[in-house]
């Protein structure tokens, strides 16, 4: 693409070769017409003074010989004297530019001139093309330069700072000068790039501000996870404690009786066996719990989800209020899922806690996993009440539960469901079939890029 000094050097040559030669073709073309004219006159009063001196002459033949030499010069190439009684032709007749006057005496008999063709003039025409041409390249010259500092270095100023503002720049000021126009063109830009600066500072500002309250909330989501975490302990805590007393109980039942002196080796050893066994049980169901509220690794990759759900349900299964509750596991052979082994704990343990509660101390609960279209599905159902219809559309909102007062806090399922998104799945709810509810969770295998589709 051509600068803008080429462009505007092109349009002035341009306009000087059409402007100036349309004016050098007019004035040589005038200039020759007027020389035609003149040369005509001159002619017609040369032919008139002939005419004059012919018709008082005594011998007219004899006269028109006489001045016949001095008549063919300065443009007359042929004469004649041309009447009824008297033909007298010299020169070149017949051919070029013919001027005629009758005598004055004798009208029928004329003199006639013929004038050579006109030739330019070589002298006065250079000349005064020379003259248009230097006065030509001048003004060219002229303007251009005028051009260049009025209007082609202005913007180039401009077209410069603005690359610089779009490099992020913006600490710049274009000078104002130059025509009137490109001067209201930098002020115009200078008061942009204020703006743009004014505008950057303010959005680094929010920007800051937004990072900051995204670092704020990332730690309030974390606590919030954690809570939950914290009160799903607390539920299986209660349950635990009661089971924990049954072997404590026995184990010191069998203390006891092992401390007496007459008692048989093998029987003291045998007790002694039992109560290591029961030791080992209560230390098994405390590691469970402690495991379950440590924190663990996020974002592990290929977590085999059928052992998350024999850690939950493993964890549950010391509960007081379970004695009468069937959880029942349908897992098929399901590939690794992407996510974290601690997150899909916790809300593996929610669902089968809410489920257990639905019951209400008797009924089944059945957790299902399998593969559906490229996901894993895991499902936990319960044929207790089913879910009520008024909170069926904020089921998964923060502090939105049925239970009595004391009982939940409303924040699990709103907790689970967030657990889920953040590892790429979805949750749901929905009435199981024969009464009940069902939720169902979907998550992507591992290896997948995608979400699970519906």
Not at 180 to 189: I, T
């Amino acid at each position: 693409m051509l600068g803008l000094r080429l462009q505007i050097g092109l349009a002035l040559a341009v306009a000087f070769a059409v402007a100036f030669g349309i004016l050098a073709a007019t004035s040589l073309t005038l200039g020759r017409r007027d020389r035609a004219r003149v040369r005509a006159a001159e002619a017609e009063a040369l032919a008139a003074t002939l005419a004059q001196a012919v018709d008082g002459a005594e011998d007219p033949v004899r006269t028109f010989d006489e001045l016949a030499p001095a008549a063919l010069r300065g443009g007359v190439h042929g004469m004649e004297l041309d009447g009824p009684r008297t033909h007298v032709a010299r020169g070149t007749t017949r051919l070029g530019k013919e001027v005629r006057v009758p005598l004055p005496g004798d009208p029928e008999t004329v003199v006639a001139l013929w004038l050579a063709p006109s030739e330019p003039r070589a002298g006065s025409g250079s000349l005064f093309v020379l003259y248009v041409a230097v006065t030509g390249l001048l003004i060219l010259l002229l303007t251009y330069v005028a051009l260049t500092f009025l209007i082609v270095r202005p913007l180039q100023a401009v077209t410069s700072a603005s690359g610089r503002v779009a490099d992020g720049r913006t600490e710049i000021e274009v000078p104002a000068r130059g025509a009137g126009e490109v001067r209201a063109l930098a002020r115009s830009f200078n008061a942009m790039a204020g703006q743009v600066r004014a505008d950057r500072e303010q959005l680094e500002a929010r920007l800051a501000e937004l990072e900051a309250t995204t670092a704020e909330l990332a730690q309030a989501e974390d606590q919030v996870l954690r809570s939950a975490r914290l009160a799903s302990v607390g539920r299986l805590a209660a349950g635990i404690a009661h089971e924990i007393g049954n072997p404590l109980t026995a184990v010191v039942g069998l203390v006891e009786l092992a401390r007496d002196d007459d008692m048989d080796p093998a029987e003291r050893d045998e007790l002694l066996e039992r109560t290591i066994r029961e030791a080992e049980r209560i230390q098994r169901i405390i590691r469970d719990l402690l495991d379950f509220a440590r924190p663990a690794p996020e974002d592990e990759e290929g977590v085999a989800l059928a052992a998350v759900v024999d850690d939950a349900v493993r964890l549950v299964a010391p509960q007081q209020d379970t004695s009468r509750i069937r959880i029942e596991r349908r897992v098929a052979e399901v590939p690794p899922v992407r996510g974290s082994a601690d997150r899909l704990k916790q809300v593996v343990l929610n669902l089968l806690l809410n489920a257990i509660d639905a019951v209400d101390g008797e009924g089944e609960v059945v957790v299902e996993l399998e593969e559906r279209e490229g996901a894993v599905v895991l499902a936990v159902s319960d044929d207790g009440p089913g879910i009520a219809p008024e909170v069926r559309d904020q089921l998964f909102e923060p502090f939105v539960t049925t239970k009595a007062v004391g009982r939940g806090t409303g924040l699990g399922l709103a907790v689970c469901h967030t657990i889920v998104e953040r590892l790429g799945g979805r949750l749901s709810a929905s009435d199981a079939e024969g009464g009940g509810a069902r939720f169902e969770m979907l998550l992507p295998a591992a290896g997948e890029n995608h979400a699970p589709r519906s």
